[in-house]
């Protein structure tokens, strides 16, 4: 927030709306600002924390230049501040994500190129079915995170852009400067410009929602995946052992799929936290009462959940034990006919989806 107003008052200085020497002093102030959260919060009852915000970098302002206070905020509103504040915290948290897809992605390609011919029982209805390559089932996980990747970076880019509108959303209040102090905004700012605030238009935050909701789901079906093959009856892959995971604390024999309960629990909660995204797109008129207030905890939650669920696949995959042994011998057992070699398109499969991922691998970082 203190972001925002350090940029504004820099931004309409160099369009003439204030002065070098206030911007100055609004930016200066705004570096060594300090708030008292819980003061903060007792006095935003009002129904947004930007009012008692501004109250308070406004008299920290006032001590250093009394003039330039009366600058602090000045063309802005409420939702402004808020918006954008929640955009910067976006902005670095969906980077972060994105680069833990991407770890995710590149252990599914590493097994899909290691395992292109071993053969393994696929399960259809959770009996099994006909053999498969391995590296083919690696791939069909690869191909779902290949597909969030480019969504996820998608969405973020435009989710992320700067909200700036003013009272009620026109920059009346600015003149006919108020669209060129919006670009310089965007501009200190390092977001893109929005052609019209979109504070009462909140698809954007729905999709990116969505998306991150989508890749918590790849991961948890990965998890689910890996979970099975660790049964101990099974026994076809495992995550790799590590000090203080997966252990059971009255049940010394067990190790258990610690990482993939972590990816099935956020693909669990995730939806449900994107639905109240998908619930907030009817907003009253220019702004919505009760709406977009509760989208801060939402979307903390939801991009956290995606973190968690795809860091923890990340590892199960980068670290996976795959036992090619259990799996020959289970496909003997269960399969007596099978052919191992005869895998159709699997090959041609496989292929295609390493070569969607390194197109998607290829992109850039919202």
């Not at 977001?191 to 789901?217: C, K, N, Q, T, V």
Request: one cysteine or more; charged letters at 20%; proline letters at 5%.
């Amino acid at each position: 927030m203190v972001c925002f107003e350090s940029a504004l008052a820099r931004a309409s200085a160099r369009h003439g709306l204030l002065s070098a020497a206030h911007a100055q002093a609004i930016s200066r102030a705004c570096e060594t600002a300090r708030f008292d959260a819980v003061q903060l919060a007792r006095e935003g009852r009002s129904g947004t924390l930007a009012i008692p915000f501004v109250k308070h970098l406004t008299a920290q302002v006032a001590a250093a230049s009394p003039d330039a206070a009366k600058h602090v905020h000045e063309g802005a509103t409420s939702q402004d501040v808020i918006d954008t504040a929640v955009v910067l915290c976006l902005k670095p948290a969906c980077t972060h994500v994105l680069g833990l897809a991407l770890r995710l992605g590149d252990a599914a390609s590493k097994l899909a190129q290691r395992y292109p011919k071993t053969s393994v029982a696929a399960r259809t209805l959770l009996q099994p079915a006909l053999p498969i390559p391995f590296g083919w089932k690696a791939a069909v996980w690869l191909s779902m995170v290949a597909r969030s990747v480019a969504g996820l970076r998608e969405a973020a880019r435009a989710a992320c852009a700067l909200q700036f509108g003013g009272p009620s959303g026109t920059l009346a209040s600015l003149g006919d400067r108020g669209a060129a102090v919006s670009a310089t905004l965007a501009e200190e700012l390092a977001l893109p410009p929005s052609p019209i605030p979109w504070h009462s238009a909140r698809d954007g935050f729905a999709r990116l929602g969505a998306e991150l909701a989508i890749l918590a789901g790849a991961a948890g079906k990965i998890g689910r995946d890996v979970s099975l093959l660790m049964q101990r009856e099974v026994g076809e892959a495992a995550e790799a052992a590590a000090a203080g995971r997966g252990g059971s604390s009255s049940m010394p024999h067990k190790r258990n799929p610690v990482l993939s309960m972590l990816a099935l629990e956020a693909a669990q909660r995730a939806p449900g936290l994107a639905a109240t995204l998908l619930a907030q797109l009817t907003p009253e008129h220019e702004r919505g009462l009760g709406q977009w207030q509760s989208q801060w905890f939402t979307l903390r939650e939801l991009v956290c959940a995606s973190a968690s669920g795809t860091a923890a696949m990340a590892d199960a995959l980068e670290g996976l034990e795959v036992n090619e042994q259990a799996m020959r011998q289970n496909l003997e057992s269960l399969l007596k006919d099978h052919a191992g070699d005869s895998f159709g398109a699997a090959g041609a499969m496989t292929a295609s989806a390493l070569a969607e991922w390194a197109e998607a691998r290829r992109g850039t970082a919202p």
